[in-house]
């Protein structure tokens, strides 16, 4: 860990978080990651009263909200922290999506829409999800979307097919990307919409199986149907037609928290890997740590995983300090370059684990599979280097 960007009032909280989630939230991986659903249950009952006991709670929030108040880039390095587990930030409330919703309406919600929605979600109340994606469209030019929300009264009446919307799953309410305004440039033609999942027209058609995951609660991605599904148009965030300029805003931030949550499974695969090849007997005299291949992939991993901590915490200062839209290149090199670390390190975590590494008795397996849509989701990869590449060379034309 790099103490360049660690503020004096940051070094007490990561101490103390450190301490949660190896006494209390690592304990429970033992349980199997099928069962996330009743490990949330544990952590509701008995690990999120300690953490607000402890005054902890609400990491991400404003001080205005009984929260930390802290920059991104501070939040970034206890997000690393809470990453070392993947119940880490359920624990802390500060999981994907509602973390990216809690921020988009604590920036552009209306008073009431805080209230109703944005207030319980930092309270742990509610749950939410938001659907962008849809099957029938590429994800990659989300201009291209079906979905419409037709102005009707004081009502918008969404249709549309959504997919791949994360923890829909028992959650209270999505954020709906939909077309409200057809005749405007492709940019300014889509709209956020607040709809509460109780609606009428809302349909949830199934979790998708991911990985052989097949998802539950929390840990899910449903495919969702609006039919002529009538919601207030008070509903609406912002303004008609922000929905691209808002979801930019949601998308930087999140791109930090994604890719430090990225940064503490590498600092947790690269420790299982060291200790295991510490302990692991090859022959009367040597362990696995005893070969130079094995040296080479704990150096490797440690360089890796530094530099892209550097990266990562720059772009959350730079956007801390001049907004994401001035630091998009940076946002594009981290969004490909950590997740392609991050699987060679679990990789070779899991090479060093030979069976047991494959197996579900460790919690690589889990990560291997769960993060492999990492290269794919708020971008793939190939969407990023394109970008990046373009703005390198048209600095140079
Ligand atoms: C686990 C998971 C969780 C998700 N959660 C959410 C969510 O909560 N809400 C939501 O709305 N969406 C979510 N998504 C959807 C995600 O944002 C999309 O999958 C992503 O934007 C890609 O869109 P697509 O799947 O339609 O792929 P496509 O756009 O069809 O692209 C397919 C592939 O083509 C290649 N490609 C695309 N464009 C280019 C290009 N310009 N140049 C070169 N190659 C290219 C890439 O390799 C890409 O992987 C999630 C996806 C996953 C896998």
């Not at 989630?21 to 990651?33: A, F, Q, S, T, V």
């Not at 404003?62 to 587990?85: K, V, Y």
């Not at 730079?318 to 950590?338: C, L, M, P, T, Y």
Request: hydrophobic content about 40%; aromatic content about 8%; overall charge neutral.
């Amino acid at each position: 860990m790099t103490d360049l960007f660690l503020t004096e009032r940051l070094k007490p909280i990561l101490e103390q978080i450190k301490t949660i989630i190896h006494e209390d939230i690592i304990p429970l991986e033992k349980n199997g990651m099928e069962y996330f659903n009743q490990i949330a249950e544990i952590i509701h009952k008995n690990i999120r009263p300690k953490i607000k006991e402890k005054g902890l709670w609400g990491l991400h929030l404003p001080q205005s909200l009984g929260g930390l108040g802290l920059t991104l880039c501070e939040f970034g390095q206890l997000s690393e922290i809470l990453a070392t587990s993947p119940f880490g930030h359920y624990a802390f409330n500060a999981q994907a999506p509602d973390i990216g919703n809690f921020e988009l309406l604590h920036q552009f919600g209306s008073t009431e829409q805080k209230q109703n929605f944005m207030l319980p979600l930092s309270k742990g109340e509610i749950r939410s999800c938001f659907a962008m994606t849809e099957p029938e469209f590429a994800g990659s030019n989300p201009v291209n979307l079906g979905t419409t929300a037709v102005a009707e009264g004081d009502f918008y009446v969404i249709n549309g097919h959504k997919w791949y919307c994360s923890s829909a799953d028992g959650a209270n309410f999505a954020i709906v990307m939909a077309i409200t305004n057809p005749e405007n440039p492709p940019h300014q033609r889509a709209s956020m919409i607040i709809v509460p999942l109780e609606t009428e027209g809302f349909e949830f058609v199934r979790n998708i199986s991911v990985m052989g995951e097949k998802g539950e609660g929390w840990m899910s991605h449903a495919e969702l149907r609006f039919v002529n599904c009538k919601v207030p148009k008070k509903n609406l965030i912002g303004e008609e037609g922000s929905g691209f300029s808002l979801a930019q805003h949601r998308l930087g931030p999140g791109r930090i928290h994604h890719t430090m949550r990225w940064i503490g499974i590498s600092e947790r695969a690269l420790e299982m890997m060291i200790k295991y090849a510490l302990s692991r007997k090859i022959s009367d005299t040597e362990t696995l740590s005893d070969k130079q291949v094995i040296q080479h992939w704990i150096a490797e991993s440690r360089a890796n995983i530094n530099s892209a901590r550097l990266m990562v915490l720059d772009t959350a200062r730079q956007i801390d300090q001049k907004g994401a839209s001035a630091v998009r290149n940076e946002i594009s090199a981290i969004k490909f370059f950590v997740p392609k670390i991050m699987h060679e390190i679990l990789d070779k975590a899991i090479q060093t684990h030979g069976g047991l590494g494959v197996s579900d008795d460790t919690i690589l397996s889990h990560w291997w599979r769960h993060e492999r849509p990492s290269r794919i989701y708020d971008g793939a990869d190939e969407v990023h280097k394109t970008a990046l590449a373009k703005s390198i060379l048209k600095s140079y034309k």
